[in-house]
């Protein structure tokens, strides 16, 4: 099986701009979990979707917002960038309920000049 | 904010030693689970323990978990220079959907 793949894997904006990451789960995985990491706040949880619907929401301004589709797929969107925004936005999934363990894609790493 | 701390920081020790990082959370737990991250890249999941589980092996690793002092402990025996990496702990609370972790481990294996 495929792994979780993110696209892009590189990015670079300016402030104030908008930027929407995608992910594609693993084949037959219905929940995807999106991350952002930094060197000072670490691993934060932005948002968890199952079929379709967000079941929970990390921490972030409403600025980060999600989406996924009927294919499991699921894309972020960030707009009106700041610095601060800079970090590496990994995607996960797992097959859904009852399960634990995630799979981690690449990551996009973003930076925000 | 983050769930937990995990101790020590950074970890540099000779091929063949074994590394022992610990973590400790604050909010009641379903599973912890240990992550391993090379070079700013995707995580890859290790082990995970149940909260009724005190202890588990996988392989090289050994996991234990103390839900009275909301603390684990990773044990990588005989390491290997592929085991440089950051290593995280990560709790699932229950029923929220999500994954908590903490700061991470740097272990540099030195040769």
């Known amino acids: 099986k495929a792994g979780v793949t993110q696209t892009p894997r590189y990015l670079i904006k300016t402030r104030g701009q908008q930027v929407t990451l995608s992910c594609s789960p693993i084949?037959?995985?219905?929940?995807v979990s999106w991350y952002q990491q930094t060197p000072g706040q670490g691993l934060q949880f932005l948002f968890e979707?199952?079929?379709?619907?967000?079941?929970n929401k990390g921490n972030f301004p409403g600025r980060f917002s999600g989406r996924q589709f009927s294919n499991s797929r699921s894309e972020m969107n960030v707009s009106t960038l700041e610095l601060g925004d800079s970090a590496l936005y990994l995607c996960?999934?797992?097959?859904?309920?009852?399960?634990?363990?995630?799979?981690f894609g690449p990551g996009t790493r973003l930076t925000v000049l | 904010s983050q769930q937990g701390e995990e101790d020590p920081q950074a970890l540099s020790i000779q091929e063949g030693e074994n590394a022992t990082m610990n973590c400790s959370y604050k909010?009641?737990?379903?599973?912890l689970q240990w992550y391993r991250q090379n070079s700013g890249r995707g995580l890859v999941h290790l082990i995970l323990?149940?909260?009724?589980?005190r202890e588990k092996h996988s392989g090289r690793l050994r996991v234990t978990l103390d839900t009275s002092k909301k603390s684990s402990s990773l044990l990588i025996t005989a390491s290997r220079a592929a085991d440089t990496a950051s290593y995280f702990c990560?709790?699932?609370?229950?029923?929220?959907?999500?994954?908590?972790f903490g700061a991470g481990t740097t272990v540099t294996v030195r040769a």
């Open positions: 996960a999934s797992k097959p859904g309920q009852g399960y634990h363990e995630q799979f």
């Open positions: 084949s037959g995985h219905r929940s």
């Open positions: 979707y199952f079929s379709e619907t967000q079941r």
């Open positions: 909010t009641s737990i379903n599973n």
């Open positions: 323990i149940r909260s009724n589980e």
């Open positions: 990560a709790t699932d609370g229950l029923g929220d959907y999500k994954l908590s």
